[in-house]
């Protein structure tokens, strides 16, 4: 092979060699590129990440993005401290309440005290040391309250106290009440009573737990207001704890202890409804009354067609679930509310029920 022709080949080599490389870098290029567009596409598509924050306060990492979008932070943090899970007026508080939280977009957190004041004040200071934003509280008693409230109070967390009052001591502590004036109540059952019993007779009274505001100023007003009609004597004063077998029981006990009993004023409508059986089962339904305080529920208004309840001073739960979050919102994005969110209560009966009207919450 000549000289030229041997230059010739390495010439030819040389370019195929250079093709073949630029060849293999196109294909690594467009391989990079894919690549990259793939990863690209699913990071899009991926969960975002949720701060440790939003974690600790339960949220899906869907829900923090959203509500970061809608508060500009994480929603805030409610401990709720109840005195029952078997109080069929705080049960009702419950279900409402929940329904609010989410619409309002506050999580709650719920402890149960099971009426035991101790176990409620290690509870509220739990949820102190968890650094919620804010507190709602229905005390197991009235004067059980003020270690925990000055604790909460030292901590910059606001109180909103829900449904049953704490006495005057510790009401400095809270940022405000939601619910109605017990003492109204008692007063409206008072007259509710006197226009039952126009020739006078002897009265009973179904107590809730003792030491809640209720429970005593439910009674002390009913009995101050009867204080003019010395032909209406109250033959006994039972406690049945808000429960209505327990009140069931009681009016047992009543029927066969007074003969001649022509009244039994019961502190709940759920109590009422166990005085109604047990009155029924004797077959006293023409000689003893009955009357309550609580929702206009259907049992209720049932009870009240039927006759079997003469009566009651109606109390919203409702108005007081609703606004109770409603408070807690505001408080926790440190707007400041009415020191008494009053929940208004009347009095029903068959005649007026169909113009009753549920009160409008606290915004």
Not at 254 to 279: E, H, K, S
Not at 295 to 312: H, N, P, S, V, Y
């Amino acid at each position: 092979m000549g000289q030229e022709e041997l230059k010739s080949d390495r010439f030819k080599s040389d370019i195929l060699t250079s093709d073949n490389l630029k060849s293999d870098i196109f294909k690594v290029l467009w391989i990079v590129l894919f690549l990259a567009a793939v990863i690209v596409l699913f990071s899009g598509c991926g969960t975002p990440v949720v701060s440790d924050a939003a974690s600790a306060k339960g949220l899906s990492a869907e829900s923090s993005e959203v509500q970061n979008v809608q508060r500009g932070e994480t929603p805030p943090v409610c401990g709720v401290s109840i005195a029952s899970d078997q109080s069929a007026y705080q049960v009702r508080l419950y279900q409402i309440m929940q329904k609010q939280a989410e619409e309002k977009r506050i999580r709650l957190i719920w402890k149960y005290a099971d009426w035991d004041a101790s176990l409620q004040n290690r509870q509220i200071r739990e949820l102190i040391d968890d650094k919620v934003d804010v507190l709602i509280i229905c005390p197991v008693n009235s004067k059980s309250m003020l270690d925990s409230l000055k604790e909460a109070r030292s901590r910059e967390i606001p109180v909103v106290n829900l449904n049953m009052k704490v006495d005057a001591y510790s009401a400095v502590y809270i940022d405000t009440y939601v619910g109605a004036s017990s003492q109204e109540e008692g007063s409206l059952a008072a007259q509710l009573t006197t226009d039952l019993l126009p020739d006078g007779g002897k009265v009973a009274i179904l107590e809730g737990t003792p030491g809640t505001d209720p429970q005593i100023y439910r009674t002390q007003a009913f009995v101050d207001e009867l204080g003019d009609r010395p032909d209406i004597q109250i033959a006994d004063i039972r406690s049945a704890d808000w429960n209505r077998q327990e009140a069931e029981r009681e009016t047992e006990r009543l029927i066969r202890r007074i003969p001649d009993l022509r009244l039994i004023y019961c502190q709940d409508n759920n109590m009422a409804a166990g005085a109604v059986a047990a009155i029924e089962e004797a077959g006293k339904e023409q000689t003893i009354e009955v009357i309550g305080i609580g929702e206009a529920d259907q049992e209720t208004i049932e009870l009240l067609r039927k006759g079997c309840l003469k009566g009651f001073v109606v109390q919203d739960p409702e108005f007081e679930a609703k606004s109770a979050v409603n408070c807690a919102v505001h408080l926790a994005e440190g707007e400041d509310v009415r020191p008494w969110i009053q929940n208004p209560v009347s009095i029903v009966t068959e005649e007026n029920a169909s113009d009753y009207q549920k009160p409008i919450e606290y915004m």
